[in-house]
């Protein structure tokens, strides 16, 4: 929830927002999305567990609704995705250009930046 991990990291849900928004080029809800595709298709390619396991292990509440998100994000289905790891042939897919598939096209001086603001790695103590 991210009301709750505003609260654990110090921050107003509209100024982590920002945060991410500013540094990560993101909503949070869309970058933990990007997060758990990725995951997804890493496990697409490197394991035998089924699509629909698949996309409740990475937290999608519906196969049909993974298969949208993928589609979308990748450019390929995943049922697609699959076959062409198992065949070792590539996908044959319209490439997405560089800066729309990986916005961070500046990370490390996006990281650089982030490392000035007073929330950079912190983490709220609490004593027992």
């Known amino acids: 929830d991210l009301d709750e991990l505003a609260n654990y990291v110090g921050l107003s849900r509209r100024q982590l927002e ?9 909503s949070p809800s869309r970058y933990y999305l990007k997060l758990r595709l990725i995951r997804a298709r ?7 567990i089924s699509i629909v396991e698949l996309s409740v292990v990475c937290g999608f509440v519906s196969t049909p609704h993974f ?7 990748f450019g390929i289905p995943p049922s697609d995705e699959r076959l062409a790891a198992q065949t070792l ?5 319209t490439a997405r250009p560089i800066a729309q598939a990986l916005p961070l096209a500046r990370p490390m001086s996006l990281l650089d930046q982030a490392r000035d603001e007073s929330t950079f790695a912190s ?3 609490v004593k027992s």
Not at 89 to 93: A, F, G, K, S
């Open 123 to 125: 983490i709220k103590i």
């Open 89 to 93: 042939t590539p996908p044959q897919v």
């Open 67 to 73: 298969s949208k998100c993928y589609r979308e994000y």
């Open 42 to 48: 890493q496990l697409l390619k490197q394991t035998p």
């Open 18 to 26: 920002r945060l991410f928004q500013k540094y990560l080029h993101s």
